[in-house]
């Protein structure tokens, strides 16, 4: 295993961030619609993140149409496949690290991989590479980085799971994570996929280590959103394997990333639980709709574009329900119309935001008919932010 140093940096950080977790387990005691809701959100920015960090042509908003069974036409079904397959990976860290006999092994490893190459025989998934590969830099092709030779790939991953397997607290489940992620960066044991799966290893880490709250657990969308600093932080390792490097930086930005989600996930989770109480109240009480309206509300409160399909996998309806359901929003004046038959699509109106002001009491001021712009959408959800902020921080 690579050689850290627990850096007073470090430590403080650490510190911080076992203060969230707690405060949020007293926090966050959540309707169960609103639970699986945050984690379908959180599982598409997660999944967006990473695939696009590995250069395939996603956005976030088209991972969460993939995932409802609404695949945009603009991507292509194989690129829609690897969005399928990365939640497939993640799906099985979480049943398999909640099974009683759960031993890390190599197998598992190779077994995430597999899923996130989304079970492609083309692309090797879950077999080890067969050749020397190598890191270069897209812009120059210089090489960056040689990682270990082959025949070594094998054992290291044993080694590796090995470490993994022993029940112990030190180091902190943050820091075990970070060398997980690192030393399976280093390996580079695939022809592809090498950072997706080291990304999920180090989530299962923290799954194991107890950490159950997605907010904690995945680093996912921070690393896509700081893609410079993710990539600077494996300079450490060298221009080669070498298996004393000194890997400090890496688990000091590995460690420090994780605080900085949190608090920001944390305060934005806050925020959301806040606007889904209401809108949920606005469709039940003021509509005298079922709740499930709520989830069309939620997407059409962010400025998406909902589709009667994307509707029904979110709410988990068929097409006759999604329909009515869509038309009732229509009719409120909280969501408009765009296209028609198979076409039509329905956004969010400046009436929308209106009512979430008014049923929050917040002192936002909305005005024109006109689709909500940006901007408003913001001012509103900075003023739901801040009243969570006391709770949060």
């Known amino acids: 295993m690579f050689r850290y140093t627990l850096t007073p940096t470090i430590a403080a950080d650490l510190a911080r961030f076992d ?34 960090l590995e250069g ?11 995932l409802a069974g609404d695949r945009p036409a603009r991507v292509s079904e194989a690129n829609a496949s690897l969005v399928e397959g990365y939640r497939d990976a993640m799906r099985l ?13 190599a197998e598992i490893l190779r077994s995430i991989h597999e899923r996130v190459m989304a ?29 270990p030779p082959t025949g070594d790939v094998p054992h290291l991953l044993d080694d590796l799971a090995a470490w993994l397997a022993q029940a112990s607290s030190d180091p902190p489940v943050l820091v075990r994570a970070a060398l997980a992620h690192v030393t399976i960066a280093a390996i580079h044991p695939f022809a592809d996929g090498n950072g997706r799966t080291a990304r999920i290893v180090a989530s299962l880490v923290m799954y194991r280590g107890g950490l159950r709250h997605p907010q904690f657990t995945s680093l996912e969308e ?63 009480h003021d509509l005298g709709a079922k709740p499930r309206v709520t989830n069309a509300l939620w997407e059409a409160f962010f400025g998406r574009e909902v589709t009667n399909r994307y509707y029904r996998g979110l709410a988990d309806v068929p097409q006759v329900t999604a329909s009515q359901d869509l038309k009732q929003l229509q009719t409120s004046g909280l969501l408009a119309a765009e296209g028609g038959g198979r076409s039509r699509s329905y956004r969010g109106t400046v009436a929308l935001m209106r009512r979430v002001v008014e049923a929050a009491g917040l002192e936002v001021v909305v005005r024109g008919a006109a689709a909500p712009d940006e901007a408003l959408r913001a001012d509103v959800f900075a003023a739901l932010a801040a009243r969570a902020r006391g709770a949060i921080c």
């Open 119 to 147: 079970q492609s025989w083309a692309a090797r998934a879950g077999l080890l590479r067969e050749r020397q590969n190598r890191l270069q830099d897209g812009r120059t092709g210089a090489q960056i980085y040689l990682p």
């Open 222 to 284: 921070w690393w896509g959103g700081h893609s410079d600093e993710y990539y600077e932080a494996f300079a450490c390792l060298g221009p080669q394997w070498d298996e004393t490097a000194d890997v400090t930086p890496f688990v000091a930005a590995h460690v420090s990333a994780q605080k900085r989600q949190a608090e920001a996930l944390s305060l934005r989770h806050g925020a959301e639980q806040i606007l889904w109480t209401v809108l949920e109240d606005i469709a039940v």
């Open 56 to 66: 395939v042509p996603v956005t976030v908003a088209d991972v969460r149409r993939i």
């Open 93 to 105: 860290v979480l049943r398999r690290a909640d099974g009683p006999h759960f031993t890390w092994t």
């Open 19 to 52: 203060d969230l977790a707690k405060r949020f387990d007293v926090l966050a005691i959540l309707p169960r619609t609103w639970s699986g809701h945050v984690r379908q959100e959180l599982e598409a920015e997660a999944i967006g993140a990473s695939v696009a």
